[in-house]
């Protein structure tokens, strides 16, 4: 029986360019799903803002997902919640003392 290898090569197909990669078998998934999101974007901005160069284009589209991950790193931020329960803790390990 043949032993399937951890790596896979996959083509991306954005715009006119086409772009062979070898990556980690199991990040398939998510690679494809990069491609259709960088896809839905650029397509976005060639349909709102015609006439445009595709290097104008590929720098919306660039900036648009990097503020939506910019964004998705801050609402992901745990400090608070960790504040919040930092009362809980001491409180929870001062009972314990006293079991």
């Given at each position: 029986?043949?032993?399937?290898?951890?790596?896979?090569?996959?083509?991306?197909k954005i715009g006119s360019w086409?772009?062979?990669?070898?990556?980690?078998?199991?990040?398939?998934?998510?690679?494809?799903?990069?491609?259709?999101?960088?896809?839905?974007?650029?397509?976005?901005?060639?349909?709102?803002?015609?006439?445009?160069?595709?290097?104008?284009?590929?720098?919306?589209?660039?900036?648009?997902?990097?503020?939506?991950?910019?964004?998705?790193?801050?609402?992901?931020?745990?400090?608070?919640?960790?504040?919040?329960?930092?009362?809980?803790?001491?409180?929870?390990?001062?009972?314990?003392?006293?079991?």
């Amino acid at each position: 029986m043949e032993q399937q290898s951890d790596t896979l090569s996959i083509t991306l197909k954005i715009g006119s360019w086409t772009l062979p990669m070898t990556i980690r078998r199991s990040d398939e998934f998510i690679y494809r799903q990069a491609e259709k999101l960088i896809k839905e974007r650029f397509n976005y901005y060639t349909g709102n803002y015609p006439n445009q160069s595709t290097d104008l284009y590929l720098m919306m589209t660039i900036l648009d997902i990097a503020v939506r991950l910019k964004r998705q790193e801050t609402s992901s931020d745990t400090q608070p919640v960790k504040d919040r329960l930092q009362p809980l803790l001491v409180e929870l390990e001062s009972a314990l003392k006293k079991m």
